[in-house]
């Protein structure tokens, strides 16, 4: 919810698909398939976001081992520009919500 509140109302505009939250996308069963972008892209936010966003995808990669996330990160970092924030569901409270990255196919 940080990375949300961290949003102008312009950004907020772009990154919100939906204020109601939708199932996971990929997962079992899906292998292989790949997600468009949509929301907001890297190369519109602040420094500061950007951190917020660093920050949320180090969360996810942080069950890697220390050298395979030190080498994800460094990829992460390289792409931040085009890669994407969105999110899925109520904006005022938390609850059932749903964000996705989506980054460049490396």
Same mark, same amino acid.
């Given at each position: ?20 939250r939708i199932d996971l996308v990929l ?5 292989? &398939? ?6 907001? #892209?890297?190369? $519109?936010?602040?420094? *500061? ?8 995808i180090e969360a996810r990669l942080g ?18 520009? &085009? ?6 569901? #109520?904006?005022? $409270?938390?609850?059932? *919500? ?9």
């Amino acid at each position: 919810m940080a990375m949300l509140n961290s949003l102008t109302a312009e950004q907020r505009r772009k990154a919100v698909i939906s204020d109601r939250r939708i199932d996971l996308v990929l997962g079992p069963g899906h292998d292989g &398939q790949i997600l468009q972008p949509e929301g907001l #892209p890297g190369s $519109e936010m602040t420094d *500061a976001q950007k951190a917020q966003l660093l920050a949320v995808i180090e969360a996810r990669l942080g069950i890697l081992n220390a050298h395979s996330l030190a080498v994800a990160m460094a990829d992460v970092r390289n792409n931040l520009n &085009q890669t994407y924030f969105a999110w899925y569901g #109520p904006t005022t $409270e938390l609850g059932g *919500a749903y964000f996705r990255v989506t980054a460049p196919q490396c």
